[in-house]
């Protein structure tokens, strides 16, 4: 529960880094075998692996590019991945244009691992991952993370059944980073990162893409204290003040801290929070250009949910400002509008 310190509603950093446990346990009904055996054969899965639309409004919320498009994008996509180097040096504003029209869905686990710099940190630890993933681990750490393995997207494909590949992907890549970095040791919010990841590239690709992104994109966002976040959340509080002073005004005079609502945003580079293709779209952009991507998300739909006096009438206080934040209208989280914003 949040505590009150000079007005302000504390909140238990503690708590955060064990991320929503609660609002995690909702999401994983379909937790035993007996529920799941024969499951994803009976039910349809939409074009993203997700059985019966565990992220909604996947279909409606997803832009349909003409299969000719596609083509061209993927053989423009070959030509700059054969020759990356080259790209990025000398023509980095146009891998940036093709990584907002977002990347053909063919590629995308390629060039996410290109752009996130993991093929070079790979190709630099050669032989690292195996070494690490045939170490036993951490017994504090590996009973936390099974813990969490069937809470991580437990309506997709890769993730549906107990103890199945999807599962022992993201322990293994998830056991493999606490011994990486055993004084960051595990945070909840770093397991629907990797499976993310997990969605789009091997196990050992993963790993270097969620090395890259705790170390390079997010430092310090999943240390114990979690500084960085606290830090990154009174920033986008000084953006909002530019961007949208009403909505800026109206979490002021309700003293709702930004921890309150950005976390799960942030920490997990809103991979819980968007539909599925909105998700996909904001990580190629944020792969290409950083953490900047995630304040843009941020403050779109911060503005878009609280920017104007006739949304700010049906909450009047913290509560009803918190759950509006909760359940984020589904237009302002659609493919096409959120990138336009």
Same mark, same amino acid.
């Given at each position: 529960? /949040?505590?009150?310190?000079?007005?302000?509603?504390?909140?238990?950093?503690?708590?955060?880094?064990?991320?929503?446990?609660?609002?995690?346990?909702?999401?994983?009904?379909?937790?035993?075998?007996?529920?799941?055996?024969?499951?994803?054969?009976?039910?349809?899965?939409?074009?993203?692996?997700?059985?019966?639309?565990?992220?909604?409004?996947?279909?409606? $919320?997803?832009?349909?590019?003409?299969?000719?498009?596609?083509?061209?994008?993927?053989?423009?996509?070959?030509?700059?991945?054969?020759?990356?180097?080259?790209?990025?040096?000398?023509?980095?504003?146009?891998?940036?244009?093709?990584?907002?029209?977002?990347?053909?869905? &063919?590629?995308?686990?390629?060039?996410?691992?290109?752009?996130?710099?993991?093929?070079?940190?790979?190709?630099?630890?050669?032989?690292?991952?195996?070494?690490?993933?045939?170490?036993?681990?951490?017994?504090?750490?590996?009973?936390?993370?099974?813990?969490?393995?069937?809470?991580?997207?437990?309506?997709?494909?890769?993730?549906? $059944?107990?103890? !199945?590949?999807?599962?022992?992907?993201?322990?293994?890549? @998830?056991? /493999?980073?606490? =011994?990486?970095?055993?004084?960051?040791?595990?945070?909840? /919010?770093?397991?629907?990162?990797?499976?993310?990841? #997990?969605?789009?590239?091997? &196990?050992?690709?993963?790993?270097?893409?969620?090395?890259?992104?705790?170390?390079?994109?997010?430092?310090?966002?999943?240390?114990?204290?979690? %500084?960085?976040?606290? #830090?990154?959340?009174?920033?986008?509080? &000084?953006?909002?003040?530019? $961007?949208?002073?009403?909505?800026?005004?109206?979490?002021?005079?309700?003293?709702?801290?930004?921890?309150?609502?950005?976390? %799960?945003?942030?920490?997990? /580079?809103?991979?819980?929070?968007?539909?599925? &293709? $909105?998700? @996909?779209?904001?990580?190629?952009?944020?792969?290409?250009?950083?953490?900047?991507?995630?304040?843009?998300?941020?403050?779109? =739909? #911060?503005?878009?949910? =609280?920017?104007?006096?006739?949304?700010?009438?049906?909450?009047? !206080?913290?509560?009803?400002?918190?759950? =509006?934040?909760?359940?984020?209208?589904?237009?302002?989280?659609?493919?096409?509008?959120?990138?336009?914003?």
């Amino acid at each position: 529960m /949040a505590k009150t310190e000079n007005g302000r509603p504390s909140v238990d950093m503690g708590s955060i880094r064990t991320l929503n446990s609660s609002h995690l346990e909702d999401e994983s009904s379909l937790g035993s075998d007996s529920e799941i055996n024969g499951f994803t054969s009976e039910r349809q899965t939409d074009r993203y692996g997700f059985i019966g639309g565990a992220q909604q409004y996947s279909e409606e $919320s997803a832009q349909d590019v003409p299969p000719e498009v596609l083509r061209q994008r993927e053989v423009k996509w070959l030509d700059m991945l054969s020759h990356w180097d080259k790209w990025m040096i000398k023509r980095f504003n146009k891998v940036r244009l093709r990584c907002q029209k977002g990347i053909p869905p &063919a590629l995308r686990g390629r060039a996410w691992l290109y752009l996130s710099g993991g093929k070079v940190k790979r190709e630099q630890n050669q032989g690292k991952f195996q070494e690490l993933d045939s170490q036993p681990g951490d017994p504090k750490w590996i009973d936390v993370i099974e813990k969490d393995l069937h809470r991580q997207f437990p309506f997709h494909e890769m993730f549906v $059944s107990r103890g !199945g590949h999807g599962q022992q992907d993201l322990f293994r890549v @998830l056991k /493999a980073y606490t =011994l990486y970095r055993p004084e960051e040791g595990y945070c909840q /919010a770093q397991a629907p990162i990797a499976a993310v990841l #997990l969605m789009h590239m091997p &196990a050992e690709d993963a790993f270097w893409g969620l090395v890259q992104i705790c170390e390079k994109y997010l430092p310090g966002y999943y240390s114990p204290g979690l %500084e960085a976040i606290q #830090l990154d959340g009174e920033i986008l509080f &000084a953006l909002l003040r530019r $961007s949208s002073p009403i909505a800026f005004r109206h979490l002021e005079k309700h003293k709702i801290d930004p921890i309150l609502y950005m976390t %799960e945003w942030f920490m997990c /580079a809103f991979s819980r929070t968007l539909p599925w &293709a $909105s998700v @996909l779209r904001v990580w190629d952009m944020f792969l290409c250009d950083g953490v900047k991507i995630i304040f843009r998300v941020g403050l779109v =739909l #911060l503005k878009c949910t =609280l920017g104007t006096r006739e949304k700010l009438k049906t909450c009047q !206080g913290l509560y009803e400002t918190m759950e =509006l934040l909760r359940a984020i209208d589904p237009r302002y989280m659609q493919e096409g509008f959120l990138v336009r914003e």
